[in-house]
């Protein structure tokens, strides 16, 4: 079956924010004490991904998504040409 | 060059560039003045965002809390940048889409109904003036610190110029000076946090730096800063304190309700393209991680600093800066044991923690308070968090353009967030309340002409609430966050992700939202705050998390109302439709 572009939309907005959950309140919260075993320099993991870690994570997926979804938006509405015009309308 | 002179220098040179920026972007029309004519480059845009976003608590308190709370402090961290995963891939490019100028627009069209209209607006405007008194409360202490002028003075500075910008240029002129303020608002958070870094552990990553050794030593910063707050009987910094469940709830609690903030909705209406609102949001991000992920660095060199340069040394001999901002009030010493030396610890230092000053001097020079001392620990200094930012180049002991410059950077993170806040308030009354419900005959430059009546109202609103600050201001952030999350979140959502809810839906999940979530604030910091512990809460869940809640509470409500009643009208399907492409 083929996916609408709504569904395979759904699909990579899923994806993403279950990588948003766990890198937040996953290794940030939940298991933060756990990781805080392992040490990368000074910082025990757990607290690294709660104060720095997870942040740069947001800003990754934020970019994949950008990504992903101007491939799909080429796919589905041939060019992006066709896009602005319906825009400017 | 004396200090007060760069100040007033760095000051001025920065705000001559804002209302330089204001007359060449003037607002011609409403498109202009509400969503900037859709002309924002998604780069710009994501400046502007940031700057936005960035308020004075962000700039002047976020790493002297984070100083104090230690790991716990974390909530604020991820709380206050994933809420911008949430818009980016659920909300901003889909109202993007929609194209018209405010939240309640969405709302009000989306759910057919005049009615969803007002609450949205409702909600809005209490959300939004609760920030903004804010913001005015950090301009009034920058003010009187580096300007020596009195705080009132300064709060009506800060009016004008914001009234100056917000009035004339409307988005457009927000937009651009917004730009200018976040490049201003960065470097001057940057260079100190660099300078202190390189002193501190050699390093000049910031990011870096506050994981690596201290310079000239093996031990690392953070084990270091472990043991040290050990030592004074606080908790180590690297741990937590509060339960789980609670992180959980507060940080879930912030990153919805940021996601759901219309001030921050608004900025992604003002780009060309819906890929562009996409993008733009994620610009918004990196900029504003570049001061998120800096924060928590400066914050463990704060602490650090603070404690080696006043543990246990003499007042008299205690550095210029601490009797600096004892003079502005941010800071207190009681000498509980009466050795004449500074004892820092775990605990409040005095009875009613604020302290209440008296006019005699004691007999080290230092401020005397009425209040008596807590017998119940050793700590003997009071101080207001708020300063760790601004005091660092001084504890540090950095050039004095460095001091002069934050200054500059801390009043434009103030004033950008006012004036995007001052900019949502006008046009919810001049476009939704006025021009959508009360007098919808009125033409474009009427309703132009009610935007910038709107927007003086509230620039003197605000200004009120920088002159005569009301006690309540830290407690109702929690209820800015909350509310956002509780009741404008859930129906934008829904609102495009699922089309069968119907208006009756909507307005019981809002209004749900906004009483539990109310009440149960309310009733924790206003009626019976000495009840707020962990003890009494429901499920161990602060007020500050309960937003979180409150949205689970109206999502469960919309959903099930909706289902009793009819399914919303065929256009209503089509517009959903349309919104879902791009």
């Not at chain 2, 609102?277 to 914050?299: D, E, Q």
């Not at chain 2, 309340?433 to 002409?449: A, C, G, T, V």
Request: proline share 3%; hydrophobic share 50%.
């Amino acid at each position: 079956m083929k996916l609408s572009y709504w569904q395979s939309n759904l699909i990579i907005l899923i994806s993403l924010l279950v990588v948003w959950f766990i890198v937040s309140f996953g290794f940030g919260i939940i298991w933060s004490d756990k990781l805080d075993n392992f040490k990368i320099g000074g910082f025990k993991l757990g607290f690294w991904f709660s104060q720095q870690g997870s942040i740069y994570f947001f800003v990754l997926i934020i970019f994949i998504y950008v990504y992903l979804l101007n491939k799909l938006d080429k796919k589905f509405f041939s060019s992006s040409s066709e896009i602005d015009n319906k825009e400017k309308e | 060059m004396e200090l007060q002179g760069l100040t007033y220098l760095f000051v001025g040179a920065s705000f001559a560039i804002y209302i330089g920026i204001a007359i060449w972007s003037r607002a011609r029309s409403t498109n202009d003045f509400y969503i900037a004519g859709k002309g924002v480059s998604p780069v710009a845009n994501g400046m502007a965002t940031a700057a936005d976003w960035m308020s004075a608590a962000s700039f002047i308190s976020m790493a002297g809390l984070i100083a104090f709370l230690g790991k716990d402090g974390s909530v604020y961290l991820m709380g206050w940048t994933g809420g911008y995963v949430l818009l980016a891939l659920l909300l901003a490019p889909y109202l993007r889409k929609f194209g018209k100028y405010t939240v309640p627009d969405f709302i009000g069209t989306r759910y057919y109904s005049k009615t969803a209209r007002f609450v949205a607006i409702v909600c809005l405007i209490f959300i939004s003036f609760t920030y903004v008194a804010g913001q005015m409360r950090g301009v009034g202490i920058v003010f009187s610190r580096f300007l020596e002028v009195d705080i009132n003075t300064g709060v009506i500075i800060g009016m004008l110029i914001v009234f100056f910008y917000a009035v004339l240029g409307g988005m457009k002129g927000i937009t651009y000076t917004q730009v200018a303020q976040y490049c201003v608002l960065i470097f001057a958070y940057l260079v100190p946090a660099i300078f202190i870094s390189l002193l501190i552990t050699n390093n000049p990553i910031p990011q870096l730096g506050f994981g690596d050794k201290i310079s000239g030593s093996s031990v690392y910063l953070l084990d270091k800063l472990d043991q040290l707050s050990i030592e004074l009987g606080f908790n180590a910094y690297t741990e937590n304190t509060k339960s789980n469940i609670d992180i959980f709830f507060i940080t879930a609690a912030l990153m919805f309700g940021t996601a759901g903030l219309p001030h921050v909705i608004v900025r992604f209406f003002t780009v060309p393209k819906v890929s562009d609102a996409r993008k733009s949001a994620g610009y918004a991000l990196v900029f504003i991680a570049l001061l998120y992920t800096t924060a928590p660095a400066v914050a463990a060199f704060a602490k650090i600093n603070f404690i080696e340069s006043v543990q246990k040394t003499e007042y008299q001999s205690a550095p210029s800066w601490f009797k600096n901002w004892e003079n502005i009030g941010l800071i207190a010493w009681k000498d509980k044991n009466g050795d004449g030396l500074i004892n820092y610890s775990n605990g409040n230092a005095l009875e009613e923690v604020k302290p209440k000053y008296i006019s005699e001097r004691g007999q080290y020079g230092e401020r005397l308070v009425a209040n008596s001392p807590d017998r119940s620990n050793a700590n003997e200094i009071y101080i207001d968090n708020d300063i760790m930012v601004l005091a660092n180049p001084e504890i540090a002991q950095l050039p004095n353009w460095v001091i002069a410059l934050v200054a500059a950077g801390a009043l434009a993170a103030a004033l950008s967030t006012a004036a995007g806040l001052l900019l949502v308030i006008s046009a919810s009354i001049s476009h939704d309340l006025m021009k959508n419900m009360l007098m919808p005959n009125i033409s474009d430059r009427q309703e132009l002409f009610f935007a910038r009546c709107a927007a003086a109202v509230s620039i003197f609103i605000a200004g009120l609430f920088g002159i005569y600050p009301p006690g309540f201001v830290a407690q109702v952030v929690a209820f800015a966050f909350g509310l956002a999350a509780a009741t404008l979140f859930p129906v934008l959502f829904l609102g495009i992700f699922y089309k069968r809810l119907n208006k009756e839906g909507a307005i019981a999940g809002m209004l749900c939202g906004l009483i539990a979530t109310s009440s149960y604030i309310s009733y924790f910091k206003f009626i019976n705050p000495s009840l707020n512990n962990s003890d009494f809460w429901f499920l161990g869940i602060s007020p500050e998390g309960f937003g979180f809640l409150g949205m689970i509470i109206n999502f469960v409500v919309a959903l099930s109302v909706s289902s009793f009643y009819s399914k919303p009208p065929e256009d209503i399907y089509q517009l959903v439709d349309e919104i879902r492409r791009p």
